[in-house]
């Protein structure tokens, strides 16, 4: 005789609708903004119309146009060189052999994402105006670098340990050295988890705004920091069209570098 | 690898981040025994007025008197983070396991939709409460609409609105962690834990909950942890007159000028945070032992 469950365990009343209240707290704001910033109303809150005109004005903003311009040039060079550090790095974690520095490392790569970022803001400005290093652009680039080489890291770190290492010992079987191992094994292996933490790297450069506030100097204004600035003095339809712009960067870099990680997963399997 | 080009790979990661956060790092505790010069930066000699200044004022006559406003100042930004972290925990949580529950398919795309936010801009996640909060804002304007009020309710620049604005913030630090712990959760225990008549909470309670702990450690202090330095919430939704450590040390270095103070705040909440993080995962060590 069948008997009958009590209840599903799977299955707790109530729970799917909690999930779609929890995902409408995440995404129902983030919506508001976006359609705000299409009010063609100069009051912010009052809806008069759909317009873009806040997206020209913006546009037309050269101060914007030279922030936006810092953060692209300071987001792709600490791009590029928290990857080949990054890179660099989880091939020693993986494949090399450090024995006792492992931890240390590992815990000093961390670092950055464990400390609060308003300290290590601090502290990177307390360490630039010591050693007299003033120009913003190449300070904000290094500060970027910094905690952008833990997200470059993890993906690839994540992907060597997926692959194991059968895979050098048969290149090594076939009489490769250890630069055509890398060249033709590891790193085309290796190139969708180095992509997709060079996007996280760029996106998370591109989305800072504390370590730039204090780092950077006059003429080094980010894109963030000066709408910082501008949310400061009030809430206006520029600052919902900046917004709203840099949300939608941010979506797009970091769709595709999830799918990219997807699909570095699927390739695995 | 041999050793030397293992060394020779790992040296700019080592160099980059020893250089420029450990060295820092150093440099602040060495600037919050230094003497505050009145227009920033510091000079000597070494002093501990920097900690004395926690919990004294120095008066006129140079005597030290007892101060309450920065222990305050702690004790609500710790306040603060523990709600926060409290809050994640109880809606997390649920969402986790109901995740958990999902097929394949529809657990990917709920994971995406929980990872999202992670990445976008804090900066302005934050600021979308401020467009919902304010006077002429969302909340207030369909209140009103609907009659239920007149004037305007103070819904921004309270400890409610930054309490709102640190869970909104931290959420996905909490739901992630906990539900890799609770996806490992063998389905076959439950089942057992059923077939031994027990009701939904006593399965919670007796099963789930114990496994989950781990998890629910790892996000605790995750969210924590950056909750306890927060400072675009504070800033933002608190109109920044109600501080916390974090704003209070971003002034030390640019209103109030004065650096060893700053460092020696930055000091303690590093230790404070680095000491959350050593504890946790000897917890988690402990209780992964069979």
């Excluded at chain 2, 979308?128 to 006077?135: E, G, N, P, Q």
């Excluded at chain 2, 804002?137 to 309490?163: E, Q, V």
Aim: net charge positive; hydrophobic share 55%.
């Amino acid at each position: 005789m069948r008997t009958v469950r009590p209840f599903d365990w799977r299955q707790t009343p109530g729970l799917s609708a909690f999930t779609a209240i929890i995902m409408l707290f995440f995404y129902a704001p983030l919506l508001i903004l976006v359609i705000y910033s299409f009010n063609a109303n100069q009051l912010v809150t009052v809806w008069s119309g759909f317009s873009v005109h806040w997206f020209v004005d913006v546009a037309a903003n050269a101060d914007i146009r030279r922030a936006a311009i810092n953060s692209v040039v300071i987001a792709i060079a600490a791009t590029i060189a928290s990857m080949l550090i990054a890179t660099a790095g989880a091939l020693a974690l993986e494949r090399g052999n450090l024995r006792r520095g492992r931890a240390t490392v590992t815990a000093m790569i961390a670092l950055p994402l464990i400390v609060p970022e308003i300290i290590v803001a601090i502290m990177t400005l307390i360490f630039f105006s010591m050693i007299g290093m003033h120009n913003g652009l190449v300070n904000l680039i290094i500060a970027h670098t910094v905690f952008c080489i833990p997200f470059a890291l993890l993906p690839v770190q994540a992907r060597l340990r997926d692959m194991g290492g059968t895979l050098d010992e048969a290149a090594r079987d076939l009489y490769a050295n250890e630069w055509q191992l890398f060249r033709r094994v590891t790193l085309p292996l290796l190139m969708p988890a180095i992509s997709a933490g060079a996007l996280m790297a760029f996106v998370v450069s591109l989305d800072d705004f504390l370590i730039s506030l204090m780092v950077s100097g006059a003429g080094s204004t980010t894109l963030p920091v000066y709408v910082y600035g501008m949310m400061r003095l009030g809430v206006t339809p520029e600052v919902n069209a900046i917004s709203t712009i840099l949300l939608v960067v941010s979506l797009i870099f970091v769709t595709a570098s999830l799918l990219l990680g997807r699909r570095s997963q699927m390739a695995e399997q | 690898m041999n050793e030397n080009r293992t060394l020779a790979l790992i040296a700019p990661a080592f160099l980059v981040i020893g250089v420029f956060m450990v060295l820092p790092l150093c440099i602040a505790v060495v600037y919050s025994f230094m003497t505050a010069n009145p227009y920033g930066g510091v000079s000597m000699p070494l002093t501990f007025d920097a900690y004395v200044q926690f919990l004294f004022r120095r008066d006129f006559d140079d005597s030290l008197m007892f101060s309450w406003s920065y222990v305050i100042i702690i004790i609500r930004s710790i306040y603060l983070a523990a709600a926060t972290t409290i809050f994640c925990l109880m809606l997390g949580l649920p969402v986790a396991w109901y995740i958990v529950c999902q097929s394949l398919q529809r657990r990917r795309i709920l994971l995406f939709f929980v990872t999202l936010p992670f990445w976008i801009n804090t900066l302005i996640r934050t600021y979308c409460w401020v467009l919902i909060l304010r006077d002429e804002g969302l909340a207030n304007n369909f209140l009103k609409s609907l009659g239920i009020i007149t004037d305007p309710l103070p819904l921004l620049y309270n400890d409610g609105s930054i309490l709102l604005g640190l869970v909104y913030t931290f959420l996905p630090f909490m739901i992630l962690p906990v539900y890799s712990t609770l996806e490992r959760i063998d389905p076959r225990l439950i089942e057992v834990a059923y077939d031994l008549y027990a009701n939904r909470y006593a399965v919670f309670r007796r099963v789930i909950w114990p496994l989950a702990k781990p998890g629910a450690l790892v996000g605790a202090s995750i969210v924590f942890a950056p909750a306890l330095g927060s400072f675009l919430a504070p800033d933002l939704l608190g109109g920044g007159k109600r501080l916390l450590i974090g704003s209070l040390v971003q002034m030390q270095f640019t209103t109030s000028r004065n650096w060893p103070f700053g460092a020696a705040l930055s000091i303690v909440v590093t230790i404070g945070v680095l000491l959350i993080f050593l504890a946790r995962s000897r917890k988690v060590k402990e209780e992964g032992r069979p």
